[in-house]
């Protein structure tokens, strides 16, 4: 079957070439596929999805630190973060990043996307995405229909069991102000409450899983697994194809039409860079031959920067491993396998929000991310005992980053937070507000000990002093390869074709001119949905919906 071999020869030819069988790629491969005239091959560097680990919502804590499931990247030294290095896992297997986050389904704010029309991307305003979003949704939960999809392959759902503790959280966070929130992607954007997730039947689903499994069997569909990219193939800048390894050996595989790259926003500007596709001077620098001098490529990085605030507690309710909480672990995976309950349903982050510091007038400008379970103040995937935590991330940062290569062709990933002082005092007053939410007597059954940051650390000082010893990203990397129509743009908004180079696009969270408030999964499903569009030559309407109605 075309859909199984990782063996290749270089008479192999399609009309499309997928780079990254991620949020965005699987997408597109579904959408291309569905012409059984044109042929299309979708190629994961990584290996297939076929473990319990990732199809297990509980799994996903196992993930970030594999070996064999993600890229384990780090950061440069960040100067303004004690110059530590930040660990930057990306998903490295069939589904991409799909298959290890959190299965969270959060679009961001309406307000986000008319940015990005602001910027000079003319079709990428709300009322244009709006449809895309709808498309690919398989709403399970009765919501606004003119917001939510329900005939699409992406199921949306709550938590199927989630920790009694997570409604804590949503209880404290409404006693002191914040209004409850039952959909993140309705009328009302602020507020907390439990996330929906992208689940079926009580396991992930990642975006191969809804978009390329159930069609992999179509005769013009070509998946390839463990087969890295190494560059693209340029004939004059007209794109021709990419060379790959795979097996050990290094093979070509031409595109007849076009190559599209969905690796991601630190994948994607790797592979352009090491094909000689980027701004001049950093090639030179790495030893690179310059193809096409394009300046923007690898800047403009965004991501949000995250703080922890960590609790002790005795509580059972929580999870944890304990003596006491022996019998639930025991029981767990039955529960799981006959019921389709327990702790192997959680996803960690089953509750959270978007809240106001004093610092916004209007919008949200931070993000929880609460876990009814101990997260270690060491840095450690496992902590005996029990507790809960809350993250709290900058929504809309101001310091911008960079990726670029060494002399040995290796990433580096520089985010540069904090560069831009306004993102510590936003972290600082949205930790001050996730303490404050944790202070509300919802919580006195279970209260702990804070250990991080710890009862000794509550000055403002003190606290841009923590960030700087503990703060790291939220894995939302995003805009290296942004769409737009000034001088550092990558791609046409258009078309999201490479400026310069013919047969080229891009279709990932690396266009996003800005980062959008919230997670970044449902997003680059919605760039891959709007990009075969533009590829195939069919536009959705825009939505009668309009953003004063989405706030």
Same mark, same amino acid.
């Given at each position: 079957?075309?859909?199984?071999?990782?063996?290749?020869?270089?008479?192999?030819?399609?009309?499309?070439?997928?780079?990254?069988?991620?949020?965005?790629?699987?997408?597109?491969?579904?959408?291309?596929?569905?012409?059984?005239?044109?042929?299309?091959?979708?190629?994961?560097?990584?290996?297939?999805?076929?473990?319990?680990?990732?199809?297990?919502?509980?799994?996903?804590?196992?993930?970030?630190?594999?070996?064999?499931?993600?890229?384990?990247?780090?950061?440069?030294?960040?100067?303004?973060?004690?110059?530590?290095?930040?660990?930057?896992?990306?998903?490295?297997?069939?589904?991409?990043?799909?298959?290890?986050?959190?299965?969270?389904?959060?679009?961001?704010?309406?307000?986000?996307?008319?940015?990005?029309?602001?910027?000079?991307?003319?079709?990428?305003?709300?009322?244009?995405?709006?449809?895309?979003?709808?498309?690919?949704?398989?709403?399970?939960?009765?919501?606004?229909?003119?917001?939510?999809?329900?005939?699409?392959?992406?199921?949306?759902?709550?938590?199927?069991?989630?920790?009694?503790?997570?409604?804590?959280?949503?209880?404290?966070?409404?006693?002191?102000?914040?209004?409850?929130?039952?959909?993140?992607?309705?009328?009302?954007?602020?507020?907390?409450?439990?996330?929906?997730?992208?689940?079926?039947?009580?396991?992930?689903?990642?975006?191969?899983?809804?978009?390329?499994?159930?069609?992999?069997?179509?005769?013009?569909?070509?998946?390839?697994?463990?087969?890295?990219?190494?560059?693209?193939?340029?004939?004059?800048?007209?794109?021709?194809?990419?060379?790959?390894?795979?097996?050990?050996?290094?093979?070509?595989?031409?595109?007849?039409?076009?190559?599209?790259?969905?690796?991601?926003?630190?994948?994607?500007?790797?592979?352009?860079?090491?094909?000689?596709?980027?701004?001049?001077?950093?090639?030179?620098?790495?030893?690179?031959?310059?193809?096409?001098?394009?300046?923007?490529?690898?800047?403009?990085?965004?991501?949000?920067?995250?703080?922890?605030?960590?609790?002790?507690?005795?509580?059972?309710?929580?999870?944890?491993?304990?003596?006491?909480?022996?019998?639930?672990?025991?029981?767990?995976?039955?529960?799981?396998?006959?019921?389709?309950?327990?702790?192997?349903?959680?996803?960690?982050?089953?509750?959270?929000?978007?809240?106001?510091?004093?610092?916004?007038?209007?919008?949200?400008?931070?993000?929880?991310?609460?876990?009814?379970?101990?997260?270690?103040?060491?840095?450690?995937?496992?902590?005996?005992?029990?507790?809960?935590?809350?993250?709290?991330?900058?929504?809309?940062?101001?310091?911008?980053?960079?990726?670029?290569?060494?002399?040995?062709?290796?990433?580096?990933?520089?985010?540069?937070?904090?560069?831009?002082?306004?993102?510590?005092?936003?972290?600082?007053?949205?930790?001050?507000?996730?303490?404050?939410?944790?202070? =509300? %007597? @919802?919580?006195?059954?279970?209260? !702990?000990? #804070?250990? $991080?940051?710890? +009862?000794?650390?509550?000055?403002?000082?003190? &606290?841009?002093?923590?960030?700087?010893?503990?703060?790291?990203?939220?894995?939302?990397?995003?805009?290296?390869?942004?769409?737009?129509?000034?001088?550092?743009?990558?791609? =046409? %908004? @258009?078309?999201?074709?490479?400026? !310069?180079? #013919?047969? $080229?696009?891009? +279709?990932?969270?690396?266009?996003?001119?800005? &980062?959008?408030?919230?997670?970044?999964?449902?997003?680059?499903?919605?760039?891959?949905?709007?990009?075969?569009?533009?590829?195939?030559?069919?536009?959705?309407?825009?939505?009668?919906?309009?953003?004063?109605?989405?706030?």
């Amino acid at each position: 079957m075309p859909g199984e071999t990782t063996s290749i020869d270089m008479t192999d030819a399609f009309d499309y070439v997928i780079v990254g069988a991620g949020s965005s790629g699987c997408v597109l491969a579904n959408r291309l596929s569905q012409d059984p005239g044109v042929s299309v091959c979708l190629i994961e560097a990584g290996s297939h999805d076929n473990n319990v680990r990732i199809q297990t919502p509980a799994g996903t804590i196992t993930l970030y630190k594999s070996k064999k499931y993600s890229w384990n990247f780090f950061s440069a030294p960040q100067k303004n973060l004690n110059n530590r290095s930040l660990h930057t896992p990306r998903g490295k297997a069939l589904g991409g990043s799909s298959s290890m986050n959190s299965m969270i389904y959060i679009r961001g704010h309406a307000s986000d996307y008319d940015k990005w029309e602001a910027t000079g991307c003319a079709g990428w305003g709300w009322k244009d995405v709006l449809p895309y979003f709808r498309k690919s949704e398989n709403n399970r939960l009765g919501q606004d229909p003119s917001l939510h999809g329900t005939k699409g392959e992406l199921h949306v759902d709550v938590p199927r069991d989630p920790n009694p503790v997570s409604s804590l959280f949503v209880k404290a966070a409404e006693r002191v102000g914040i209004r409850r929130n039952t959909d993140f992607n309705g009328r009302a954007f602020e507020g907390c409450g439990i996330y929906n997730v992208t689940q079926k039947d009580a396991k992930r689903l990642s975006s191969y899983r809804a978009f390329v499994a159930p069609v992999r069997q179509r005769a013009n569909l070509t998946v390839l697994t463990d087969c890295a990219v190494r560059s693209i193939i340029l004939e004059n800048k007209v794109t021709k194809g990419v060379n790959v390894v795979a097996n050990g050996v290094a093979k070509a595989i031409v595109a007849r039409r076009e190559v599209i790259l969905s690796a991601g926003a630190l994948g994607t500007p790797q592979l352009m860079l090491a094909s000689g596709i980027g701004p001049k001077a950093a090639l030179e620098q790495a030893g690179v031959e310059v193809r096409h001098d394009l300046p923007g490529v690898g800047k403009n990085l965004q991501d949000h920067l995250d703080g922890l605030i960590t609790v002790r507690s005795n509580s059972t309710k929580t999870l944890g491993f304990s003596l006491g909480a022996l019998p639930d672990v025991i029981a767990a995976p039955l529960r799981y396998m006959f019921g389709q309950k327990g702790w192997l349903t959680t996803n960690y982050v089953e509750a959270g929000g978007f809240a106001r510091t004093p610092l916004s007038a209007d919008l949200p400008d931070v993000q929880f991310h609460f876990v009814p379970g101990y997260r270690s103040h060491r840095g450690r995937l496992f902590e005996w005992g029990h507790g809960y935590a809350v993250h709290t991330c900058v929504l809309r940062p101001k310091s911008i980053g960079e990726v670029t290569l060494n002399r040995e062709g290796q990433l580096v990933i520089d985010f540069n937070f904090l560069s831009n002082p306004e993102d510590g005092r936003v972290l600082v007053e949205g930790l001050k507000l996730a303490r404050k939410i944790l202070a =509300d %007597p @919802a919580f006195d059954a279970i209260r !702990g000990k #804070e250990m $991080l940051p710890g +009862a000794a650390v509550q000055t403002d000082e003190q &606290l841009w002093a923590y960030i700087r010893e503990y703060g790291a990203t939220v894995f939302h990397p995003v805009g290296t390869c942004k769409m737009g129509v000034d001088a550092m743009s990558v791609v =046409d %908004p @258009a078309s999201l074709k490479v400026n !310069g180079i #013919e047969g $080229l696009r891009i +279709a990932d969270a690396s266009i996003m001119p800005i &980062l959008i408030s919230g997670n970044t999964n449902a997003p680059c499903i919605m760039i891959g949905e709007k990009a075969a569009d533009m590829i195939l030559g069919r536009q959705h309407a825009p939505s009668e919906a309009t953003p004063a109605a989405i706030g």
